[in-house]
């Protein structure tokens, strides 16, 4: 079973800081990642998603990825009360399967 | 605007009912999911389809099976519903493979009784 590790509890961060999240994957193999976030009672909605070892930013969110180290990790700079949710990782491993962690809280207090 | 549209958002049901859960979208994807998701479980893969009446087992088949008759239309079936199978039940598609953006449907809860 291909797996992806988040382990962090509810992360509170206050407005204007930054957001930290990780995650591990098992399968040496994943080549692309992606951080979903989802609202309370509302579905995922992808946010990023990054493919080779380095950094990619989108607006305040930036991924990190370490193929050697098989970590994934997710900077949301200046926090705002929006984006309190659930920020979940995935990793493709082929055969149109993701493997999905199961979600770390963030919480933004204004 | 991207569009998957799940029938139901709450439903209630008895143990041993069957049960259908639908899925529309309205984007002509070649690939539809069905996912549950569970408090400390997260999002598991249930069954895949990537063409019409094509379909695929995911991590967790047992009880469930699907129907894509149209390429916009995919079901999941509860043959006996079961209290286990209460959860949240979440559609999603998307025109290449999982390897691109899923579009998610806005779920439905299932609590059988």
């Known amino acids: 079973q291909k797996e992806v590790e988040q382990n962090s509890g509810p992360l509170s961060v206050p407005e204007g800081a930054i957001a930290s999240l990780n995650c591990t994957y098992s399968?040496?193999?994943?080549?692309?990642f992606f951080w979903y976030r989802q609202y309370s009672g509302k579905s995922p909605e992808l946010i990023m998603s990054?493919?080779?070892?380095g950094d990619k930013e989108d607006g305040r969110f930036t991924a990190q990825l370490n193929k050697a180290s098989q970590y994934v990790s997710l900077l949301i700079r200046d926090s705002q009360p929006s984006d309190s949710a659930t920020y979940l990782c995935?990793?493709?491993?082929?055969?149109?399967?993701?493997?999905f962690g199961k979600g770390n809280q963030v919480v933004v207090i204004p | 605007d991207v569009k998957v549209t799940q029938s139901s958002r709450y439903l209630v049901k008895r143990t041993g009912e069957k049960v259908f859960l639908e899925c529309v979208q309205d984007?002509?994807?070649?690939?539809m999911f069905w996912y549950r998701q569970d408090p400390g479980l997260g999002l598991r893969l249930i069954y895949f389809?990537?063409?019409?009446?094509?379909?695929e087992k995911g991590d967790i088949p047992e009880g469930y099976s699907v129907s894509r008759e149209k390429k916009e239309r995919f079901s999941l079936i509860l043959e006996s519903a079961s209290t286990n199978q209460t959860s949240m039940y979440l559609c999603?598609?998307?025109?290449?493979?999982?390897?691109?953006?899923?579009?998610f449907g806005s779920g439905t809860q299932l609590s059988v009784l």
């Open positions: 990054i493919y080779s070892n």
């Open positions: 399968d040496r193999g994943s080549q692309s």
């Open positions: 999603a598609s998307t025109y290449g493979t999982a390897n691109e953006k899923l579009f």
């Open positions: 984007m002509d994807h070649e690939n």
């Open positions: 389809s990537y063409d019409v009446k094509m379909k």
């Open positions: 995935a990793a493709y491993y082929g055969n149109n399967r993701l493997a």
